[in-house]
């Protein structure tokens, strides 16, 4: 059984470059979450969505991230523009309700 | 505001000696809490899930125990391949619209054979 696929799995950019990561959570998972690791700040949560739909995005750090979930098999973070501060390992994640949340392998993102 | 603190932050261990893991968390009202093992390079893999004051949970050489206020992960007679860093989430109870999980910072532990 297929878990979380993320892609591409490293991502290699120069500051103001616009950087999408794409997300296929696991089939039949009503939420997906959205992830961002560093050393400094650990995991933190930039959003997730319910039945495709949004929930909290609070953690999104500015108007230059966005994210969207067009159907329950696919969901895409973009950032735009990309900043050195933005070079971080990103995670998405799916559940089944309220259970636990199965992590992707990770997307990790160099901004120079 | 959750907090979730882990200690320590590295742990070194001799194989086969047992120890344990800390996580100290303040929630208003917890729903879960969670371990996550984080091998380099990988994304966090799921353990266990405590809900109560008293549960326990077991696999392998992990065991996780949970009070009110803090939750052990115990580690008897580890191994190398044991080695990774341990996280642990809270979910706190705010009623259907909340699926968020706050994580602490982990802990790395080194087993050396």
């Known amino acids: 059984d297929a878990g979380v696929i993320q892609s591409p799995r490293h991502e290699v950019t120069e500051m103001g470059q616009e950087v999408t990561l794409r997300c296929k959570p696991i089939?039949?998972?009503?939420?997906l979450f959205w992830y961002r690791q560093t050393m400094m700040r650990g995991l933190e949560l930039l959003i997730y969505?319910?039945?495709?739909?949004?929930?909290?995005d609070s953690g999104m750090p500015e108007d230059r991230f966005s994210a969207k979930m067009p159907n329950a098999s696919f969901s895409t973070l973009k950032i735009q523009p990309s900043e050195p501060r933005d070079s971080a390992v990103y995670f998405c994640?799916?559940?089944?309700?309220?259970?636990?949340?199965?992590f992707g392998p990770g997307t990790r993102l160099t901004v120079l | 505001e959750d907090q979730v603190t882990q200690s320590p932050e590295a742990l070194r261990l001799q194989e086969g000696e047992s120890s344990s893991l800390n996580c100290s968390y303040t929630v208003s009202g917890l729903r879960g809490l969670f371990w996550y093992r984080q091998d380099p390079g990988k994304g966090p893999e799921f353990l266990f899930t405590?809900?109560?004051a008293g549960e326990e949970k077991e696999k392998e050489r992990l065991k996780a125990t949970l009070t009110k206020k803090e939750s052990f992960l115990h580690i008897t007679a580890p191994k190398p391949e044991d080695s990774a860093t341990y996280l642990c989430?809270?979910?706190?109870?705010?009623?259907?619209?909340?699926?968020?999980?706050?994580f602490g910072g982990g802990t790395r532990l080194m087993v050396k054979p």
């Open positions: 969505f319910n039945n495709n739909v949004p929930i909290d």
């Open positions: 989430a809270v979910q706190a109870d705010v009623g259907n619209a909340g699926n968020m999980l706050t």
């Open positions: 089939s039949g998972h009503d939420y």
């Open positions: 994640a799916s559940s089944l309700g309220l259970l636990e949340q199965f």
């Open positions: 405590l809900y109560s």
